[in-house]
Antibody, heavy 116, light 108 residues
Framework: EVQLVESGGGLVQPGGSLRLSCAASELPVSSNYMSWVRQAPGKGLEWVSVINWEGNTFYADSVKGRFTTSRDNSNNTVYLQMNSLRAEDTAVYYC??????????WGRGTPVTVSS | EVVLTQSPATLSVSPGEKATLSCRASQSISTNLAWYQQRPGQAPRLLIYGASTRDTGIPDRFSGSGSGTEFTLTISSLQSEDFAVYYCQQYDNWPPWTFGQGTKVEIK
C-alpha cells in the first residue's frame, strides 16, 4: 500500500528550528515530485515546497530562505528543515506526492506550533 | 501566481439534495484543475483531476466540469459522508501550486 507518514512536529519557540520527516512506502521519493503542504488552524491549504526527481527544490515565497526540503533515497524519506520559525508557521504539515494531475497520496500530517 | 476563488464559502444542503460548488481562476488554466475533499481531522483526498476525471474509487455522484477560468464540482445526491470541505487546486502554472480557500458543505 502506498503510504506517507510524517513525524517530527511539535512545539517550538519563535526563532527556533524543527525538522519534519516523511517516510514513504511503496512510493520511491527519488522518482517523484515530493511536496509539503500546510494548513493553519481553521484555514485552507497552502503549498510549501517540492523536491523533484532531479533534486531541484522550489518554495513558497512565505518560507523561502527559511525552509529547506531534502531527501534520503536510501531511507526513502523526505525532510523539511524549518528555521527562523514564526507564529504564522503554526499549522499541520502534510507530505504529499505531486502528480502531473493532482496531488496524491497525502500523509496524515504532523502538527507544528510556534509559540513562546 | 494563479489565484483560485471558490464560492460559496459555505453551502447548506439537505441529505439527498444536489450541491454545486464553483471555482474561478484568475487566468486561464485549461483543464488543469483538481478537486479535493477534506473531512474534519483528516488529510485531503483527491476526488477529481483534469477538471472532470474522477480518481480511482470516487463515487459517480461526484462530477466536475469546466475549462479556462470557470469550474464546477457537483455532488448529485449528498450522502452523510459528503459533508466536508472541498478545495480546488490548479497545476497549470507552477510553482506555486495554488488552492482555493475552500467551500464547506454543511447539513441543512
Amino acid at each position: 500500500e502506498v503510504q506517507l507518514v510524517e513525524s517530527g512536529g511539535g512545539l517550538v519557540q519563535p526563532g527556533g528550528s524543527l525538522r519534519l520527516s516523511c517516510a514513504a512506502s511503496e512510493l520511491p521519493v527519488s522518482s517523484n515530485y515530493m511536496s509539503w503542504v500546510r494548513q493553519a488552524p481553521g484555514k485552507g491549504l497552502e503549498w510549501v515546497s517540492v523536491i523533484n526527481w532531479e533534486g531541484n527544490t522550489f518554495y513558497a515565497d512565505s518560507v523561502k530562505g527559511r525552509f529547506t526540503t531534502s531527501r534520503d533515497n536510501s531511507n526513502n524519506t523526505v525532510y523539511l528543515q524549518m528555521n527562523s520559525l514564526r507564529a504564522e508557521d503554526t499549522a499541520v504539515y502534510y507530505c504529499a506526492r505531486i502528480l502531473g494531475a493532482g496531488i496524491d497520496p497525502w500523509g496524515r500530517g504532523t502538527p507544528v506550533t510556534v509559540s513562546s | 501566481e494563479v489565484v483560485l476563488t471558490q464560492s460559496p464559502a459555505t453551502l447548506s444542503v439537505s441529505p439527498g439534495e444536489k450541491a454545486t460548488l464553483s471555482c474561478r481562476a484568475s487566468q486561464s488554466i485549461s483543464t488543469n484543475l483538481a478537486w479535493y475533499q477534506q473531512r474534519p481531522g483528516q488529510a485531503p483526498r483527491l476526488l477529481i483531476y483534469g477538471a472532470s476525471t474522477r480518481d480511482t474509487g470516487i463515487p459517480d455522484r461526484f462530477s466536475g466540469s469546466g475549462s479556462g477560468t470557470e469550474f464546477t464540482l457537483t455532488i448529485s445526491s449528498l450522502q452523510s459522508e459528503d459533508f466536508a470541505v472541498y478545495y480546488c487546486q490548479q497545476y497549470d502554472n507552477w510553482p506555486p501550486w495554488t488552492f482555493g480557500q475552500g467551500t464547506k458543505v454543511e447539513i441543512k
